[in-house]
């Protein structure tokens, strides 16, 4: 089955600068990468996503790149603000039956000091 | 509009028993999904509904299972509970293009069931 690896698993950054955070997946039939932030104690949201027959996509400050050859895919995030703390999920899936099935990475915990 | 509900949101449940999970979705959102999240493990895909159907299944045994109901809400049962199946279970109702007239698929969380196993 899918493998999905995240790093880093915490990532500690200044107001204003950017975050980066890599996911990688083994399975070469995954066509549809959400990424998902939680807040603590709150619900996972759905808050960028990419398809495979895209390289990159941008919403606001936040931009997620693919590398279908290369099997990972990344999260941008600039201009960070103390807002932006949270634990972000990357998921690689695979189409089936009309949607998908995902696997998640581990999570990537962001601390964000104002 | 209503936002995904779950109930109960709390729950605890003895070793053996058995446990009924509830999820409605936003009006007009045909599928639910359920996860699994845990320390441990992490988030888990358990399995996924759509027009009364079950369309997807992830890796957890036959003790988890689901159904979903003409208004679309969802129930996942588990049964024989294992101190292990302590976790919070997450639904999440989603629209697909296609399948209603707009354009951009959309996932949606509920607020997720705490099941504490003693």
């Known amino acids: 089955g899918e493998n999905v690896e995240q790093h880093p698993s915490t990532l500690s950054v200044q107001e204003g600068d950017s975050a980066v955070i890599k996911c990688t997946y083994s399975?070469?039939?995954?066509?549809?990468f959400p990424w998902y932030k939680q807040e603590l104690g709150k619900r996972p949201q759905l808050i960028i996503d990419?398809?495979?027959?895209?390289g990159e996509k941008k919403d606001q400050r936040i931009a997620v790149t693919l590398n279908k050859t290369a099997k990972h895919f990344s999260l941008h995030i600039t201009e960070t603000q103390p807002e932006d703390s949270a634990v972000y999920f990357c998921?690689?899936?695979?189409?089936?039956?009309?949607?998908?099935?995902?696997?998640f990475g581990r999570g990537t915990s962001l601390i964000v000091h104002p | 509009k209503a936002g995904v509900t779950q109930t109960p949101r709390y729950l605890i449940k003895t070793r053996g028993q058995q446990v009924t999970l509830s999820c409605s979705p936003i009006?007009?959102?045909?599928?639910v999904s359920w996860y699994q999240q845990t320390p441990g493990q992490g988030l888990q895909f358990l399995f996924e509904?759509?027009?009364?159907?079950?369309?997807n299944k992830g890796n957890f045994p036959g003790r988890f299972s689901g159904r979903q109901f003409s208004n679309s809400r969802s129930e996942m049962n588990v049964s024989t509970l294992e101190l292990g199946d302590s976790a919070l279970y997450l639904c999440?109702?989603?629209?697909?293009?296609?399948?209603?007239?707009?354009?951009?698929?959309?996932?949606?969380f509920g607020p997720g069931t705490r099941l504490t196993v003693t």
């Open positions: 999440a109702s989603s629209y697909y293009p296609g399948t209603g007239g707009r354009s951009t698929y959309e996932q949606y």
């Open positions: 399975d070469s039939a995954s066509n549809y």
């Open positions: 990419i398809r495979s027959n895209v």
């Open positions: 998921a690689a899936s695979t189409a089936s039956g009309g949607s998908y099935i995902p696997t």
């Open positions: 009006s007009g959102h045909r599928s």
């Open positions: 509904y759509f027009s009364e159907t079950q369309r």
